[in-house]
């Protein structure tokens, strides 16, 4: 059975901060996804990760893949009230009929203005 | 395009009772998948589909039964509804299996929200 651990499971921070949440498992994936969530809604995709040691950016967001793709980091750099939500990593498992995608519990993330 | 369509919104049931929860997609998706949230373990996967005809369990299979007769459509199935399922349920579609295609994201509906008394 695939886990992902994601850390922390809570952020509350001041508006400006910044801030990471990890997603570990001692599992490797063929890619990795990061989802952020809105309440009443479902989740939406923020960036694919694919390959050890990536790194994308999507403007204040850093996402990064570990060397192993057993790991991923998300930075917010000066984090605003709209970054407010739920932060989802999910790992890609291959199998013969397909892949599936496994979510880490997910990150809720308030910022205070 | 609606994209992906889960109905109802919210569901009352009675333990014991039956019913399914329709799911539809109009972006001729292979793949589809049926994922529960509850408090603090994110989404679980319960079944998937990568095309009519084939189904496949996830983590967390027990207690529902899928079946993909159609492209568009991915019913998911309580056949005797328990206090356990209480739950937030949403469906899900990609382009590819997910895992082919690494870049082929999960479209999501906007959930239903059971609740089992």
């Known amino acids: 059975t695939q886990l992902l651990e994601q850390s922390p499971q809570f952020l509350s921070i001041q508006e400006g901060e910044n801030l990471t949440v990890y997603c570990n498992s001692s599992s490797v994936f063929s890619s990795l996804q990061w989802y952020r969530q809105e309440p009443g809604e479902g989740p939406v995709l923020l960036v694919t990760?694919?390959?050890?040691?990536e790194v994308k950016k999507l403007k204040r967001l850093t996402f990064q893949f570990g060397d192993a793709r057993k790991d991923s980091s998300l930075h917010i750099t000066a984090a605003q009230p709209g970054d407010t939500g739920l932060y989802l990593c999910a790992g890609v498992v291959i199998y013969n009929q397909g892949g599936k995608l496994i979510f880490g519990q997910g990150t809720e993330l308030s910022v205070k203005p | 395009n609606a994209g992906v369509t889960q109905t109802p919104k919210f569901q009352v049931l009675k333990t014991g009772q039956s019913m399914t929860l329709q799911c539809a997609q109009d972006?001729?998706?292979?793949?589809m998948s049926w994922y529960r949230q509850d408090p603090g373990m994110g989404l679980r996967l319960i079944h998937y589909?990568?095309?009519?005809?084939?189904?496949d369990q996830g983590e967390v299979p027990n207690g529902y039964n899928v079946s993909r007769s159609t492209t568009e459509d991915f019913p998911l199935r309580l056949l005797s509804a328990a206090p356990s399922q209480t739950s937030v349920y949403f469906c899900a579609s990609s382009y590819g299996p997910g895992g082919i295609l690494y870049n082929s994201p999960l479209h999501f509906g906007n959930g239903t929200r059971l609740t089992v008394t």
């Open positions: 990760v694919v390959t050890g040691g």
């Open positions: 589909s990568v095309g009519a005809g084939i189904t």
């Open positions: 972006m001729n998706h292979e793949y």
